[in-house]
C-alpha cells in the first residue's frame, strides 16, 4: 500500500492528494501573477518568478506554526519524478528556442557564435570551478559540477532584454544563438561531471569515458533530432493534419523526441530537441508562425511554473549561507572575469568594435536550464550518496548547488535586466530606429510614392501577388517581394530592422486591415496605415480610424485617378504644425497631402499629424 492509499478517507480523498492539487494550482496562479507583476513593472519575468517562490517556499517557513513551507516543490514532485517533468520542461523551452534560429542570420558571424560556444564552455567550466573551490571550499568534484551548471545561459531571459533594449543586430544574433546552442552543451558537459562522481571511476579513465558518452550523446541527438524533423515536414507540408491538431500533435511528437533520444542515450534528449527546432525554422514549412506562437505559449506556462516550485525547494539554512562576501566575490569573478574572458577571446579578429564587445560581456543572465539542471543533480546525489559512496563533504556541497546556482540566476538578472538598456543607450550600441517603409500592394500609386522616397534615400520594398505589377516594379528598379508580405514566407524575409512602417495600398480593404493588423504585431500598431476605404468616405457620420493614408480623405480608385492625371510629386517647406495646417486648410480643394519628409525619415499626412521638425518638407499631388 501506497502513502497515498494509506492516507484515504471514507469519501475517497487524501489530505495529501488535496495539498499537491492545491499547491500545483497554486504554483501556477502565483507564476501567472509573477509574470504580471514583471510586466506591470517592466523588468524580465524570471525575477518575479524566483522571488514570489522564495517567498512562499522557505521564507514563508519563517511565518507558519510548524515551520512549513506554504508551497514545497519537493511535496508535489519527488525524486524520479521531478527529474522528468524538469526534463521535459527545460527540452520543449530549448524547442522553442530552437524555432527561432535561422541560418542566414548567423552566416556573417558563425566564426563569433562557433567561438562563444567553445570558449563560453572551457573558460567558465574551469575558472567557476577554480573560483568556487579556491573562494568556498567546494571540492573539485562539486566546484566542476558548478562550473559546468554556470555555463549555461538563459534564453528565457536573454529574449525579453533584447526586446526591451533593441541592440543592433550582430548584437542581437550573437546572444540569440548563443543563448540557445550552449544550454544542451553545458547541460550535457554538468552531466558528464555528474557521472564522473557517482560511477566513481579513477581518475585515468574519465577522458575515455567523457568522450565515448559526449560522441554517443551528440550521435543520437542529432540522429533523432534530424529523424524527427524529417518526419514532421513531411507531415506539415502535405497537410495530413486537421488545422485544430497541428499545435498539439506536433508538441506530442516533440515530447517523444526527447524521450526516444534519452532512450536511445541518456540526456541527449536536450540536444534533440534543439536540432529538431532549428531544421524546421530553416525549412519552409506554412503555418510555422502560428506552431512558434502556440510553443512560445506552451513555454510560457512552463516558465511560471517551474520558476516558483524549483525556488520552492530551497530552505532558509541554504539561503542563510549565501549571505557572506564569499559568495558576492564568487559572483563577482563570474560576471566581471570569466564572461568578458570569454566574448573577448571569441571576438578575437571579428568585427565587433569594442563597444559591442563591452555590451556582450555585460550580457549573461542565467536561466531555467541552469536552474532544473542544478535541482535535479541536487537530488539525485543527495538520495545517491550511500549507493555511490559519495563522501559527506561532497554530499554537504551538492546541497548548495541550488541555492548557489539561484544566486547567480538572481544577481545576474537583477543587474543585466534592469541596467541593460542605460548600458546600450551608453556605449551607442542600440538599434536606430528603422526609417524604410513597406508597401502592401505594388499598384502605380504605390509604385510613384515609392520611387520618390526612394530618390530622398529612404529604403523601400514593395510587396504583391500580382505578376504584372512585380515585374512593373523589377523594371522601375524598385525592391519588390512577389507573394503576400504578410504571409508565414513574406514575414520571415522582411527585415524589420530596416523597416519600420507599413503602407498598404491594394484595392482590397480586408485585405489593407488584416495586412495591418498582422505586421503591426512586427512594428508596432502606430506604424501601420492604410488606404480609407470606399464606405469610409461615403459615411461622413463615423469617426475613421486615425491611421488613414493621405489625410483620410482619398481610397484606391480616387487615388489611383489622380495619380493617372498628375504623376509629378510636388514639395512645400514646413517647420511648424501651424505651417503644414494652414496649408492644408488653404489648399485642401487643390492638393492631396501625401508625405512629410525630414532628412531620411517620412511619414505619411493623416488625421492625426506627427510632430513638426523645422526644415521639413511636405509631398503632395496637385489636383487638376
Same mark, same amino acid.
Given at each position: 500500500?501506497?502513502?497515498?492509499?494509506?492516507?484515504?478517507?471514507?469519501?475517497?480523498?487524501?489530505?495529501?492528494?488535496?495539498?499537491?492539487?492545491?499547491?500545483?494550482?497554486?504554483?501556477?496562479?502565483?507564476?501567472?501573477?509573477?509574470?504580471?507583476?514583471?510586466?506591470?513593472?517592466?523588468?524580465?519575468?524570471?525575477?518575479?518568478?524566483?522571488?514570489?517562490?522564495?517567498?512562499?517556499?522557505?521564507?514563508?517557513?519563517?511565518?507558519?506554526?510548524?515551520?512549513?513551507?506554504?508551497?514545497?516543490?519537493?511535496?508535489?514532485?519527488?525524486?524520479?519524478?521531478?527529474?522528468?517533468?524538469?526534463?521535459?520542461?527545460?527540452?520543449?523551452?530549448?524547442?522553442?528556442?530552437?524555432?527561432?534560429?535561422?541560418?542566414?542570420?548567423?552566416?556573417?558571424?558563425?566564426?563569433?557564435?562557433?567561438?562563444?560556444?567553445?570558449?563560453?564552455?572551457?573558460?567558465?567550466?574551469?575558472?567557476?570551478?577554480?573560483?568556487?573551490?579556491?573562494?568556498?571550499?567546494?571540492?573539485?568534484?562539486?566546484?566542476?559540477?558548478?562550473?559546468?551548471?554556470?555555463?549555461?545561459?538563459?534564453?528565457?531571459?536573454?529574449?525579453?532584454? !533584447?526586446?526591451?533594449?533593441?541592440?543592433?543586430?550582430?548584437?542581437?544574433?550573437?546572444?540569440?544563438?548563443?543563448?540557445?546552442?550552449?544550454?544542451?552543451?553545458?547541460?550535457?558537459?554538468?552531466?558528464?561531471?555528474?557521472?564522473?562522481?557517482?560511477?566513481?571511476?579513477?581518475?585515468?579513465?574519465?577522458?575515455?569515458?567523457?568522450?565515448?558518452?559526449?560522441?554517443?550523446?551528440?550521435?543520437?541527438?542529432?540522429?533523432?533530432?534530424?529523424?524527427?524533423?524529417?518526419?514532421?515536414?513531411?507531415? !506539415?507540408?502535405?497537410?495530413?493534419?486537421? *488545422? *485544430?491538431?497541428?499545435?498539439?500533435?506536433?508538441?506530442?511528437?516533440?515530447?517523444?523526441?526527447?524521450?526516444?533520444?534519452?532512450?536511445?542515450?541518456?540526456?541527449?534528449?536536450?540536444?534533440?530537441?534543439?536540432?529538431?527546432?532549428?531544421?524546421?525554422?530553416?525549412?519552409?514549412?506554412?503555418?510555422?508562425?502560428?506552431? !512558434?506562437?502556440?510553443?512560445?505559449?506552451?513555454?510560457?506556462?512552463?516558465?511560471?511554473?517551474?520558476?516558483?516550485?524549483?525556488?520552492?525547494?530551497?530552505?532558509?539554512?541554504?539561503?542563510?549561507?549565501?549571505?557572506?562576501?564569499?559568495?558576492?566575490?564568487?559572483?563577482?569573478?563570474?560576471?566581471?572575469?570569466?564572461?568578458?574572458?570569454?566574448?573577448?577571446?571569441?571576438?578575437?579578429?571579428?568585427?565587433?568594435?569594442?563597444?559591442?564587445?563591452?555590451?556582450?560581456?555585460?550580457?549573461?543572465?542565467?536561466?531555467?536550464?541552469?536552474?532544473?539542471?542544478?535541482?535535479?543533480?541536487?537530488?539525485?546525489?543527495?538520495?545517491?550518496?550511500?549507493?555511490?559512496?559519495?563522501?559527506?563533504?561532497?554530499?554537504?556541497?551538492?546541497?548548495? !548547488?541550488?541555492?548557489?546556482?539561484?544566486?547567480?540566476?538572481?544577481?545576474?538578472?537583477?543587474?543585466?535586466?534592469?541596467?541593460?538598456?542605460?548600458?546600450?543607450?551608453?556605449?551607442?550600441?542600440?538599434?536606430?530606429?528603422?526609417?524604410?517603409?513597406?508597401?502592401?500592394?505594388?499598384?502605380?500609386?504605390?509604385?510613384?510614392?515609392?520611387?520618390?522616397?526612394?530618390?530622398?534615400?529612404?529604403?523601400?520594398?514593395?510587396?504583391?501577388?500580382?505578376?504584372?505589377?512585380?515585374?512593373?516594379?523589377?523594371?522601375?528598379?524598385?525592391?519588390?517581394?512577389?507573394?503576400?508580405?504578410?504571409?508565414?514566407?513574406?514575414?520571415?524575409?522582411?527585415?524589420?530592422?530596416?523597416?519600420?512602417?507599413?503602407?498598404?495600398?491594394?484595392?482590397?480593404?480586408?485585405?489593407?486591415?488584416?495586412?495591418?493588423?498582422?505586421?503591426?504585431?512586427?512594428?508596432?500598431?502606430?506604424?501601420?496605415?492604410?488606404?480609407?476605404?470606399?464606405?469610409?468616405?461615403?459615411?461622413?457620420?463615423?469617426?475613421?480610424?486615425?491611421?488613414?493614408?493621405?489625410?483620410?480623405?482619398?481610397?484606391?480608385?480616387?487615388?489611383?485617378?489622380?495619380?493617372?492625371?498628375?504623376?509629378?510629386?510636388?514639395?512645400?517647406?514646413?517647420?511648424?504644425?501651424?505651417?503644414?495646417?494652414?496649408?492644408?486648410?488653404?489648399?485642401?480643394?487643390?492638393?492631396?497631402?501625401?508625405?512629410?519628409?525630414?532628412?531620411?525619415?517620412?511619414?505619411?499626412?493623416?488625421?492625426?499629424?506627427?510632430?513638426?521638425?523645422?526644415?521639413?518638407?511636405?509631398?503632395?499631388?496637385?489636383?487638376?
Amino acid at each position: 500500500m501506497t502513502e497515498l492509499e494509506n492516507s484515504k478517507n471514507s469519501d475517497g480523498w487524501t489530505s495529501l492528494y488535496f495539498i499537491g492539487m492545491f499547491e500545483i494550482a497554486g504554483l501556477l496562479v502565483l507564476g501567472f501573477f509573477a509574470q504580471w507583476l514583471a510586466w506591470r513593472i517592466k523588468v524580465p519575468a524570471i525575477l518575479p518568478l524566483i522571488i514570489v517562490g522564495l517567498v512562499f517556499g522557505p521564507i514563508s517557513s519563517l511565518f507558519t506554526p510548524t515551520g512549513e513551507k506554504l508551497i514545497d516543490g519537493d511535496r508535489i514532485f519527488q525524486g524520479e519524478r521531478l527529474f522528468d517533468v524538469v526534463s521535459i520542461s527545460v527540452g520543449l523551452i530549448l524547442f522553442e528556442g530552437g524555432l527561432t534560429l535561422k541560418f542566414k542570420e548567423v552566416k556573417s558571424l558563425a566564426t563569433v557564435v562557433r567561438n562563444m560556444i567553445f570558449y563560453g564552455s572551457v573558460v567558465t567550466l574551469i575558472g567557476g570551478a577554480l573560483a568556487v573551490h579556491n573562494i568556498m571550499g567546494f571540492s573539485y568534484q562539486i566546484a566542476f559540477l558548478f562550473g559546468a551548471l554556470i555555463i549555461v545561459t538563459g534564453p528565457t531571459v536573454i529574449g525579453p532584454i !533584447l526586446r526591451n533594449v533593441k541592440p543592433n543586430d550582430k548584437i542581437s544574433t550573437i546572444l540569440k544563438w548563443e543563448g540557445i546552442l550552449i544550454d544542451p552543451v553545458g547541460a550535457l558537459i554538468a552531466i558528464l561531471i555528474y557521472e564522473f562522481i557517482v560511477s566513481g571511476k579513477p581518475n585515468e579513465y574519465f577522458t575515455l569515458f567523457a568522450l565515448k558518452t559526449f560522441a554517443t550523446t551528440v550521435v543520437a541527438g542529432v540522429f533523432v533530432g534530424g529523424l524527427f524533423a524529417w518526419f514532421l515536414y513531411k507531415i !506539415l507540408t502535405n497537410k495530413l493534419l486537421p *488545422y *485544430y491538431l497541428r499545435n498539439t500533435v506536433v508538441l506530442g511528437i516533440v515530447i517523444m523526441a526527447f524521450a526516444l533520444a534519452d532512450i536511445l542515450h541518456a540526456e541527449s534528449g536536450l540536444l534533440a530537441v534543439t536540432i529538431l527546432g532549428m531544421i524546421l525554422a530553416n525549412l519552409k514549412i506554412e503555418g510555422l508562425k502560428e506552431i !512558434l506562437s502556440f510553443k512560445a505559449d506552451v513555454v510560457l506556462i512552463l516558465i511560471s511554473f517551474l520558476f516558483v516550485m524549483l525556488s520552492s525547494r530551497m530552505d532558509m539554512a541554504d539561503l542563510e549561507k549565501l549571505m557572506n562576501w564569499e559568495s558576492l566575490l564568487l559572483f563577482l569573478v563570474i560576471v566581471l572575469v570569466l564572461r568578458p574572458l570569454v566574448v573577448f577571446l571569441s571576438a578575437i579578429k571579428s568585427e565587433l568594435n569594442l563597444r559591442e564587445k563591452i555590451f556582450i560581456s555585460f550580457i549573461c543572465p542565467r536561466g531555467i536550464v541552469a536552474a532544473g539542471v542544478a535541482s535535479i543533480f541536487t537530488v539525485k546525489m543527495v538520495d545517491l550518496a550511500g549507493q555511490a559512496g559519495l563522501s559527506p563533504k561532497i554530499v554537504e556541497d551538492a546541497q548548495m !548547488l541550488l541555492p548557489l546556482t539561484f544566486m547567480t540566476i538572481v544577481g545576474t538578472v537583477i543587474i543585466q535586466g534592469l541596467l541593460a538598456k542605460q548600458v546600450a543607450n551608453a556605449l551607442g550600441v542600440t538599434r536606430k530606429k528603422p526609417n524604410g517603409i513597406l508597401f502592401l500592394g505594388a499598384g502605380e500609386t504605390a509604385r510613384t510614392i515609392a520611387k520618390y522616397l526612394k530618390g530622398k534615400g529612404i529604403p523601400v520594398m514593395l510587396g504583391d501577388t500580382a505578376k504584372s505589377n512585380v515585374n512593373e516594379c523589377r523594371t522601375s528598379w524598385l525592391p519588390v517581394y512577389e507573394g503576400s508580405l504578410f504571409s508565414d514566407e513574406g514575414l520571415e524575409e522582411m527585415d524589420f530592422s530596416k523597416f519600420g512602417k507599413l503602407f498598404a495600398m491594394t484595392s482590397n480593404t480586408d485585405i489593407n486591415v488584416l495586412g495591418n493588423r498582422i505586421i503591426g504585431k512586427e512594428i508596432g500598431d502606430g506604424n501601420v496605415y492604410r488606404l480609407a476605404s470606399k464606405r469610409e468616405l461615403e459615411i461622413t457620420n463615423l469617426e475613421n480610424p486615425k491611421n488613414l493614408l493621405f489625410h483620410g480623405k482619398y481610397d484606391f480608385i480616387s487615388l489611383t485617378q489622380a495619380f493617372r492625371r498628375r504623376t509629378k510629386i510636388q514639395e512645400v517647406g514646413v517647420n511648424t504644425q501651424e505651417d503644414l495646417e494652414k496649408i492644408l486648410e488653404e489648399k485642401s480643394d487643390s492638393i492631396i497631402p501625401l508625405l512629410i519628409v525630414h532628412e531620411k525619415n517620412a511619414f505619411p499626412v493623416t488625421e492625426d499629424l506627427v510632430e513638426i521638425k523645422e526644415g521639413s518638407t511636405l509631398a503632395f499631388l496637385p489636383r487638376v
